[in-house]
């Protein structure tokens, strides 16, 4: 069936250093992946997304990596800030045209 | 100046019940969904709508009915509430049904009592 997930549950990193969150997908006709973030108490927000034909794409302090042949997506964070503190979720949209979403992952940032 | 909105924002309510959430966006978007967000997190979707049409209808029991009476606005009707029920309820919209990102709502707490 179809899955997404998380490797890890929370992830506490010190402000200002770089944060990586990862994904493993297992439907292989996903072609479309986004990255959103969910503050406490509010719906997710998107934060960046990426093709299957595009295995890099760069955004404000964040990044995305794609790589099909493991199924693995990635989001980078630069110079983590308080305000990143969120549940971060990945999800994909494959030839079902659900968005189907990762268990989330819990950032935590230390000041 | 809302993109997605949804209401209420928190629901209380008696087992047995019938209640009503109301979303509506305002992105001229074609496509709108109703996710359900349990106590983990888990985000999981239930229905979605393209251009008032079902086009995707997860196994969710028959008391949960969507009606969309316009390509704007998705309400969620549910019967005979159970406290399993009781979860976070977000409404979202795409511009397609595919390949585009979902803009979603602040999200609607049901509490089944």
């Known amino acids: 069936g179809e899955s997404v997930g998380l490797h890890l549950p929370t992830l506490s990193v010190q402000e200002g250093d770089n944060s990586i969150i990862n994904c493993a997908y297992s439907?292989?006709?996903?072609?479309?992946f986004i990255w959103y973030k969910q503050e406490s108490g509010k719906g997710p927000q998107f934060i960046i997304d990426?093709?299957?034909?595009?295995d890099k794409r760069q955004g404000q302090r964040v990044t995305v990596l794609l790589n099909k042949t493991v199924k693995h997506l990635s989001l980078q964070i630069a110079a983590t800030q308080p305000g990143d503190s969120a549940v971060y979720f990945c999800a994909e949209n494959g030839d079902t045209g659900k968005l189907i979403f990762g268990q989330g992952t819990t950032l935590q940032v230390k000041p | 100046d809302t993109a997605v909105s949804q209401t209420p924002k928190y629901l209380v309510t008696q087992m047995g019940n019938d209640k009503s959430i109301k979303c509506e966006q305002n992105l001229g978007h074609d496509t709108m969904y109703w996710y359900k967000q349990d106590s983990k997190k888990f985000l999981k979707i239930m229905f979605s709508?393209?251009?008032?049409?079902?086009?995707i209808n997860e196994t969710v029991p028959n008391r949960f009915s969507p009606k969309s009476p316009d390509k704007a606005h998705l309400n969620l009707h549910i019967n005979s509430l159970e406290l399993g029920d009781s979860a976070v309820y977000f409404c979202?919209?795409?511009?397609?049904?595919?390949?585009?990102?979902?803009?979603f709502g602040q999200g609607t707490r049901l509490t089944v009592v």
């Open positions: 439907n292989s006709a996903s072609d479309y």
């Open positions: 990426i093709r299957s034909n595009m």
């Open positions: 709508y393209n251009n008032k049409e079902l086009i």
């Open positions: 979202a919209s795409s511009q397609a049904n595919r390949g585009t990102e979902a803009f």
